[in-house]
Every structure is written in C-alpha cells, then in structure tokens.
C-alpha cells in the first residue's frame, strides 16, 4: 500500500471516529430543526420551489442544502439520522478534499496529511458539521474553489468551470460566503503575479459567466414567486445580521475565545504563520495569510458573531497548523504516532459510551409518538387505564394555544418534526369540543397546561420542560 493511501486510510478512521460515530443520537434543536422541518416540507408537500416552515414561507437562504435533505427523505423516510446525512458526506468529502489541495499546493504529503488531521479535529467544525446545517456543503464548495486555482494556475481550461460551478454550490449553500471566492481568486491572482495573462485568457470570463448564470436565474425566478425575496436576502440576511448581530451573538472578544479553545492546533497554528511568513514570496503561503487575514479582520469588525463563521477560514488555519507540526521532525513523528495510535483508542471508547453530541431534550413527544403509532396493551403500560378496552388505540392529538399557533417556535416545529403525518392539530375551540366525544392522548406546552380548560381534568403521564403528555377521558 503506498504512502498516501495510508494517509486516506488513517483519516477515514478519524473521520468515523469525530463525525459518523455518535452523530445518531440527540434530537434537533434551534437552526438544525428549522431546516430539516423545510425539508420535511418539500419531501411531503412537493413544494421543492417554495420553501416552507410549515406553512410560513422561508426566504432567508438558497434551498440547494434543503433539496439535498429532502432527497435523502425520499429515500430513507423522513427521520433524525436521514436528516444528518447530506452534511455528514459533506463533510467527509471535506476531510479528503483539503488533503488533496494541501498536496497540490505544497507537494509535501506531511502538510497533505496534517491540514486533513487538523481540519477534521477542529472543535467548531465538528460541532457543526455533525447535525442539519450547511456548512459542510459551503466549505466542499470553498475547497473546490481552491483546487481550481491550481488548476488555472497551470492553465487548464477546466480551471475556470471548476471555480463557477463551486461559486454556485456555495451560492446556493449559504449566499453571503459565496463571494469569498472571487475575493480568494483576486488576492490568488495578485500573488501569483499573472493577473495581465489571466485577464486574456476567454476561459476564465466563460467560468465567470457559467458561475453567476445559476445564482442570477434562481434569484430572478425566486423574486417573481415571492416579490421581495432579493431585498431580504441581500439587506436583511446579510448587511445587516452582520451589522447588527441579530440571531448570533455580539461578544467582541468570541473569536480570541474560540482561537484559545483551539487545541491542540493553537501552538502549531502560531508557528506555522511564522514559517509560511518566511515563505511569503510563494504565491500558496501569501494567499493563505494575506486571505485569512482579510477574512479575519472582516469578522472582527462585524458586529453579529458566531463560531459557525469560522468554519469557512478552517482550511487556511489547519493548512498553516501543518506546516507548524512540519516545522519540527520530532514533533512530526510524535503527531503521526498519536494519530496511529489513538484512532482506535477513541474509536472503540465513543463506540462503547454513551458521549451524546446534541443530547435528547424532547422525551414526552418520542413517548407520545411511540404511543401514537404502535397501540400498546394500556392495561400493562398505565395502570390508571385498566378499565379501558385492553387494546383500543388512543389517538394522539396535538394541542396548539392561541400565543403559539400559526408561529414558528419550537414546540411546533418539533411536533411537525418528529410526530407523523396528519395527527391532529387543536386550537382552543377544538380542544373543548373534542375532548368530549371520546379518549385522546394530548400532548400540550408544558409551559400551557396550566391554562386548560379545568372542566377537562386531563390525567397527566409524562412531562418534561417542552411538552406535557395527558389523557382526555370522554364524558360518561
């Protein structure tokens, strides 16, 4: 077996082992809900062309990653593990990608190996990468753009076609990064020093114009079905989120944070901009930093931060964490060893314990859908039920107050989510009509239940902070 495919080998390993392993369990929560409840939507309702939370229109982001999602629900069911897929072959296709660009670029298989070893292990990019979000696919997008620059570099007429079709994955993934390739492509080309050749060159302006087609068609087709559509997703969901820090956070020092928590890279990362900065004559080494500086500095100064930021600027820190472990050859082959070694250490503990990544936090709602679908014996399950018929199955039904109809909010995009399809959603009046004329399951707000009718006398089973599980007895 060569050299390199033991490098793949070594990192399939910590692939399976950071982001496959415990990435089935938890439940989905906050952005990762929303987006797998617009899949859920499209898989369902076929509006493939008109994204939906429910029933309310989404116009905040591309649907390319929602498409992808909705696919693979079409293929497997809608469930939480189909929903994870498309971001975990992202980003395993990810690990292997900066691999082959770090070879390219350095033609050192060490540097190849560590930018690999690094990116995957980086705490945020794994966070992120192992549920429903699209970072994964942005940052597939992001590394196909830096091999096409090689490929331009060497002239090859697939050079440009490469950068377009990766300028429309990331459009169409997450917008507002998708305009760091052409600023990459600018500083790439000032470094190497063949702006004049390039600007000559008919291909290139064919990649351009084969990279803006797509973005420009969907924005046209989009703004016709939903007027508005271009003003909000260019003003309000990147100007000013940006600006103003709404939906993330505003901590000025969060980046320092993160960079601190970046071990065990952060000592490699710090002497590798030193040794890339004695290489600054190199067109890789200068991009590198001079495009990781400008992103970072551009970060800083937003006023909106989140970790999930970085993760488009993780390729140049882990390929300049490299080439700090390179630096040193005892520290090299130490690296190495540990990642030998440790694989199947860790692979074999996060196998056998229970390390949740996203623990599970909606327990009443799987009970009520587990009794919602498989008509258990009550006798044996409740006691209180003995005097029902012993296997009569007691529909569940959905109980929706007035402050949280209509809205988007957890408690419904979780019953959308995780509940089957058609089961019952009451309002106020439903609720007291129903409740009459026959036995139900009820699953209700917790934080609601307080505010039923008392006429109704529910018999409450099972409760946890989000939901409430009751028994509506009908009247005698």
Same mark, same amino acid.
């Given at each position: ?304 931060? !989140? *970790? =999930?930021?970085? @993760? &488009? +600027? ?7 964490? #490299?080439? /700090? ?63 029902? !018929? *012993? =296997?009569?199955? @007691? &529909? +569940? ?7 949280? #109809?209509? /809205? ?69």
């Amino acid at each position: 077996m060569s050299e390199r495919k033991k490098d793949l080998l070594l990192l399939s390993f910590w692939v399976l082992l950071v982001f496959w392993v415990r990435a089935w369990n938890g439940d989905l929560r906050a952005d990762a809900l929303s987006y797998a409840v617009i899949a859920k939507g499209m898989a369902e309702g076929g509006h493939w062309l008109d994204p939906r939370i429910i029933d309310i229109p989404y116009q905040n982001k591309p649907p390319l990653f929602f498409w992808l999602v909705a696919g693979f629900f079409k293929l497997l069911g809608v469930g939480f593990y189909a929903a994870k897929l498309p971001a975990l072959i992202f980003a395993t296709a990810d690990v292997f990608l900066i691999y082959l660009v770090a070879l390219k670029w350095f033609k050192e298989r060490d540097i190849a190996f560590f930018s690999a070893f690094s990116f995957a292990t980086t705490r945020w990019l794994v966070r992120d990468f192992t549920t429903v979000r699209p970072e994964s696919l942005l940052v597939f997008a992001l590394l196909m753009g830096l091999y096409s620059f090689s490929l331009i570099s060497e002239k090859k007429k697939s050079g440009p076609y490469l950068l377009g079709l990766s300028f429309i994955l990331a459009y169409m993934a997450k917008m507002s990064f998708a305009f760091l390739l052409p600023l990459w492509f600018f500083i790439y080309a000032l470094g190497s020093g063949r702006v004049r050749e390039w600007l000559w060159w008919p291909h290139l302006y064919g990649g351009a114009l084969f990279g803006f087609s797509v973005p420009a068609l969907w924005l046209l087709m989009f703004e016709a079905r939903s007027p508005g559509y271009m003003r909000n997703i260019f003003i309000r969901e990147t100007f000013e989120k940006a600006a103003q820090g709404f939906d993330v956070g505003t901590d000025k020092l969060m980046y320092l944070k993160e960079f601190l928590l970046y071990q065990p890279w952060l000592i490699f990362l710090l002497v590798g901009v030193v040794v890339l900065w004695r290489e600054r004559k190199n067109p890789h080494p200068r991009f590198i930093l001079t495009g990781g500086f400008l992103m970072g500095f551009v970060l800083q100064l937003s006023t909106g931060k !989140a *970790a =999930r930021y970085l @993760i &488009p +600027l993780t390729p140049m820190l882990a390929m300049t964490a #490299a080439h /700090g472990i390179v630096r040193f050859k005892k520290i090299n082959s130490f690296m190495r060893k540990f990642a030998l070694y440790a694989a199947p250490v860790f692979l074999v503990f996060l196998w056998t314990v229970p390390v949740p990544i996203n623990p599970p936090k909606f327990h009443t709602l799987h009970l009520a859908a587990e009794l919602g679908k498989e008509s258990p014996d009550y006798r044996e399950t409740f006691a209180f039920l003995a005097k029902d !018929a *012993a =296997r009569t199955k @007691i &529909p +569940l039904v959905q109980w929706a107050p007035g402050p949280l #109809a209509g /809205g988007v909010n957890e408690y419904r995009l979780s019953n959308y989510f995780y509940l089957p399809r058609g089961t019952p959603v009451w309002d106020d009046a439903s609720l007291k009509r129903g409740a009459g004329k026959g036995n139900f399951l009820l699953l209700a707000p917790a934080p609601y239940i307080d505010k039923m009718p008392p006429e109704l006398k529910p018999v409450l089973i099972h409760r946890d902070r989000y939901h409430a599980l009751l028994l509506l007895r009908g009247r005698d």
